[in-house]
């Protein structure tokens, strides 16, 4: 019995080794994944209204992408919309700031 034991560990320990490797999965098939059209241009200009023009470009292309959910979008053009108003009512800082607080909030680059 004390053999059979070691035996059994042994040969469990080498079937271990036989296991086959995990696989990475296959990439997508060209031509099915969403891609920004060619004649996509973000809005020119440096007041808070370009940067909200630009950001909500941004995020309705991100939407038609599939890499933002509605949930999260919902939530940022709230966000954007509140900006708006901002600039509208001549606070230009503090609605380009507001727009820079949603971009960090959702894990978009700035210019910071």
């Keep these: 019995m004390r053999i059979i034991a070691p035996l059994a560990f042994f040969a469990l320990t080498l079937a271990a080794c036989n296991a086959p490797a995990p696989q990475a999965s296959a990439p997508p098939v060209p031509g099915s994944v969403a891609v920004t059209p060619p004649n996509f241009r973000l809005p020119e200009g440096g007041d808070c209204s370009a940067e909200i023009a630009r950001y909500r470009a941004i995020q309705d ?49 700035t210019n910071l």
Excluded at 78 to 88: H, K, L, V, W, Y
């Design 61 to 109: 292309n991100d939407l038609s992408m599939g890499h933002v959910a509605q949930s999260v979008y919902n939530q940022i053009k709230r966000e954007i919309a509140a900006a708006e108003t901002t600039c509208a009512a001549g606070h230009d800082a503090e609605a380009k700031a507001m727009i820079v607080a949603s971009k960090q909030r959702h894990g978009y680059p």
